[in-house]
């Protein structure tokens, strides 16, 4: 049995970690798949949004430390790397993402996360980074990550204490985008992902690729014109933009 689910419809594309006994917690071998789906995944037009999930109750318990020893003692930098790259791949991923996460998200699961577009939670999740607990340094990119999602100071708070946190307060420091109730969640994430893929395909590339920008620091506004001339010029967004003219003017009368 695969360590990741991927399923393909209707332009949602669903990554789904696969190791229910171990709380999903992230292998060697998850992280290869991981990378080699989100490869796939890019070149693929009909794909507009992506969810990345956990099977089960639980997004991801972190990284699987007795998986990760072997490979460390073999190949100890390409092993340690390999979160990063996992990383990387979601964050340069051109379609739209959706981190998914219900009950546990701990350590590399919130690195996972904190490189999706949005963080859609149940509201019984638990986040936590307890890498300093454990005598380990946070890796994979996540301290990077996190500052860019919530500052340094709150990313300095989480790492140095390793408390958990709950739904509110991870909305409220702005690692998480909303809270969903725990008995709707299936339902609002895939509604979600469905009224995101039903938009223009060319905006959304236009706005994952300002997005991709502002994060690296190539962001320039003057290439915002094109883009808007490029939308002008697309069948699909225009047809969009004329009903919603059309909606917004009936609304009206």
Request: aromatic share 4%; proline share 4%.
């Amino acid at each position: 049995m695969a360590d990741l689910n991927v399923s393909r419809k209707d332009g949602v594309a669903t990554l789904e970690f696969n190791r229910l006994p171990v709380l999903n917690a992230l292998s060697p071998g998850l992280l290869r798949e991981l990378i080699d789906s989100c490869a796939s995944i890019s070149a693929d037009d009909a794909v507009r949004v992506v969810v990345l999930r956990g099977a089960g109750p639980n997004f991801s318990a972190g990284a699987d430390l007795p998986a990760f020893h072997v490979e460390l003692e073999a190949d100890p930098q390409t092993s340690a790397d390999l979160g990063r790259r996992a990383a990387m791949a979601i964050a340069e991923l051109p379609q739209v993402t959706i981190a998914a996460v219900r009950g546990y998200c701990v350590g590399g699961g919130v690195v996972l996360a904190g490189a999706c577009d949005l963080r859609v939670v149940a509201d019984y999740c638990r986040f936590s980074i307890p890498e300093v607990d454990a005598g380990i340094p946070l890796a994979w990119g996540g301290m990077q990550r996190l500052v860019a999602l919530i500052g340094e100071t709150m990313t300095a708070d989480l790492v140095l204490t390793c408390r958990p946190i709950d739904a509110t307060e991870a909305l409220r420091i702005g690692l998480a985008s909303r809270i969903l109730p725990g008995e709707k969640f299936e339902a609002e994430v895939q509604d979600l992902a469905a009224s995101i893929a039903a938009k223009a395909a060319i905006v959304l590339r236009i706005f994952k690729q300002q997005l991709k920008g502002l994060r690296d620091g190539s962001y320039d506004a003057r290439e915002d014109a094109a883009g808007l001339q490029a939308a002008r010029r697309d069948a699909e967004a225009s047809r969009i933009g004329a009903a919603y003219i059309a909606s917004r003017l009936g609304a009206r009368r």
